[in-house]
């Protein structure tokens, strides 16, 4: 656990550990580099392959090109699908479109779209706790959109409806705030007494990690500076996690230079942690931003080791140029003979 002196009047930042880029968006990220380095450029990708602008912008400089729909993609091209999941109806477009495929998914995402099927096979009701219109969101709710409804905070919990009170499930995003989803599934549990808790917790080990960090420096830091894009939903919770742990305030950045210096007054100790989409090299801008106005010294919070790592996506195994051009191949054959 992190070691946080008593305030001495000095100027500090209390840096939190761990910080930045999970497992499954090193990863994703990784998975478009070899992607690219493999087949060569273009490498479509389905949506941001992480919520970052910094690693949209590095990608698309190497090669990659981001869509917001299968159907944009030209045939007989690789798309990849980002590392919040899709619908099993976004894998038929992408075949229909024959297109080759490379699976980003995070397997932490990937466990709850199981859980998710297994559940509406056992004929349950699922109430996926989450924010409406999330990527992830959406691709859960497409591997059983008939047993799935979404349940977007406590003030959700009173309009929810099911068929059969004794077999309810609750699932949730993996990048929520951990204090404000089980206070969903309290709401959820005094409605439904018997409501079913998935196997393990949902809500990924790296945002409850980060999560943590910032609890334990919120109480002493003033101001804390997140560094994470504003459609980055785990980056968005660090912010309200701050400011309920005690931060007399809370910004989120994407660069150092959105940093407004009339935060610092009357600041004496700041907070900095970044999501977990977030490369490394933004959060080393902002301690260099901080230390050029004073705050040199800075103390590691840390809150947990993180060790896990996933393998590459399997796709990335094969010569998947050659696979699509089979797909086209394929096709134009199959015209020829009707012909």
């Given at each position: 656990?992190?070691?946080?002196?008593?305030?001495?009047?000095?100027r500090?930042?209390?840096?939190?550990?761990?910080?930045?880029?999970?497992?499954?968006?090193?990863?994703?990220?990784?998975?478009?580099?070899?992607?690219?380095?493999?087949?060569g450029?273009?490498?479509?990708?389905?949506?941001?392959?992480?919520?970052?602008?910094?690693?949209?912008?590095?990608?698309?400089?190497?090669g990659?090109?981001?869509?917001?729909q299968?159907?944009?993609?030209?045939?007989?091209?690789?798309?990849?699908?980002?590392?919040?999941?899709?619908a099993?109806?976004v894998?038929?477009?992408?075949?229909?479109?024959?297109?080759?495929?490379?699976?980003?998914?995070?397997?932490?995402?990937?466990?709850?779209?199981?859980?998710?099927?297994?559940?509406?096979?056992?004929?349950?009701?699922?109430?996926?706790?989450?924010?409406?219109?999330?990527?992830?969101?959406?691709?859960?709710?497409g591997?059983?959109?008939?047993?799935?409804?979404?349940?977007?905070?406590?003030?959700?919990?009173?309009?929810?409806?099911?068929?059969?009170?004794?077999?309810?499930?609750?699932?949730?995003?993996?990048?929520?705030?951990?204090?404000e989803?089980?206070?969903?599934?309290?709401?959820?549990?005094?409605?439904?007494?018997?409501?079913?808790?998935?196997?393990?917790?949902d809500?990924?080990?790296?945002?409850?990690?980060?999560?943590?960090?910032?609890?334990?420096?919120?109480?002493?830091?003033?101001?804390v500076?997140?560094?994470?894009?504003?459609?980055?939903?785990?980056?968005?919770?660090?912010?309200?996690?701050?400011?309920?742990?005690?931060?007399?305030?809370?910004?989120?950045?994407?660069?150092?230079?959105?940093?407004?210096?009339?935060?610092?007054?009357?600041?004496?100790?700041v907070?900095?942690?970044?999501?977990?989409?977030?490369?490394?090299?933004?959060?080393?801008?902002?301690?260099e931003?901080?230390?050029?106005?004073?705050?040199?010294?800075?103390?590691?919070?840390?809150?947990?080791?993180?060790?896990?790592?996933?393998?590459?996506?399997?796709?990335?195994?094969?010569?998947?140029?050659?696979?699509?051009?089979?797909?086209?191949?394929?096709?134009?054959?199959?015209?020829?003979?009707?012909?």
């Amino acid at each position: 656990m992190g070691c946080m002196t008593a305030s001495s009047g000095r100027r500090r930042v209390l840096l939190a550990a761990p910080r930045g880029y999970c497992a499954g968006v090193d990863r994703a990220v990784i998975a478009v580099e070899k992607a690219l380095e493999q087949y060569g450029a273009p490498i479509y990708v389905r949506h941001e392959i992480v919520h970052n602008k910094y690693v949209v912008q590095t990608l698309e400089k190497k090669g990659a090109i981001f869509v917001e729909q299968t159907e944009e993609v030209p045939e007989g091209n690789i798309v990849m699908f980002s590392a919040h999941g899709v619908a099993p109806t976004v894998h038929e477009e992408a075949e229909r479109g024959r297109l080759a495929t490379i699976d980003a998914t995070c397997p932490l995402v990937t466990k709850v779209h199981k859980e998710a099927i297994r559940y509406a096979g056992e004929d349950f009701d699922i109430l996926l706790i989450g924010h409406e219109g999330h990527e992830e969101v959406i691709g859960t709710s497409g591997e059983a959109p008939d047993h799935i409804q979404l349940v977007d905070g406590p003030g959700d919990v009173e309009k929810v409806e099911v068929r059969d009170p004794s077999k309810v499930v609750w699932l949730s995003q993996t990048t929520l705030s951990v204090d404000e989803t089980m206070e969903t599934v309290g709401a959820l549990k005094e409605k439904f007494p018997l409501l079913v808790s998935p196997p393990s917790d949902d809500i990924c080990y790296a945002t409850q990690n980060r999560q943590l960090a910032v609890k334990q420096m919120g109480a002493e830091a003033e101001l804390v500076i997140v560094v994470g894009s504003r459609n980055s939903s785990n980056s968005k919770r660090l912010v309200e996690v701050a400011k309920l742990a005690g931060s007399r305030e809370a910004y989120l950045v994407d660069f150092a230079s959105e940093i407004d210096e009339a935060w610092l007054e009357g600041v004496e100790t700041v907070g900095v942690t970044s999501g977990a989409s977030v490369p490394e090299v933004l959060v080393e801008e902002v301690l260099e931003w901080l230390s050029q106005r004073g705050y040199e010294d800075v103390e590691l919070v840390r809150a947990a080791e993180e060790s896990i790592t996933f393998s590459l996506p399997k796709e990335l195994r094969r010569d998947l140029r050659e696979e699509a051009a089979a797909l086209v191949a394929a096709r134009t054959g199959q015209g020829a003979t009707g012909a």
